[in-house]
């Protein structure tokens, strides 16, 4: 069997260290809270009440050439307005948040935007909005 090699005796090297002070960091830029849901419980509400007028508006065709975009208008600018100053999002994240709910209301059925606006609501805590607390 092979022995290994022996490793001479060196006297180890003594090597100065040099500690630093740490980093000063950038001073903290306010940042929208991720944590929560995306959308404002009353972005939710708004799509949740324009939607039910399509149950109006279901018998009478010839009305949705002005209904479809006047229910697009009134989710979009609230909603915008909502998420934009109320929820601090940025202008395009309010945009976008705005455009979906808008469309989601000018579908001409009241099922489209209903279930979703109701979901949001679940999941934003409309008690929140109401100012009841959650359980413990």
Known sequence: MN?????????ARLVPVEVLPPFASPPAQPVAPTDGPPIHSLSALILVAVDSLWAIFD?????WIVAIPACFAAVFIPTYLIQRHLKNDSKGRALAFATILAVLAAIPTPVTGTPVGLGLLAWTGFGKLLGKSPPR
């Open 59 to 63: 018998w009478v065709p010839p009305v």
């Open 3 to 11: 022995t290994p090699p022996k490793i001479t005796e060196v006297p």
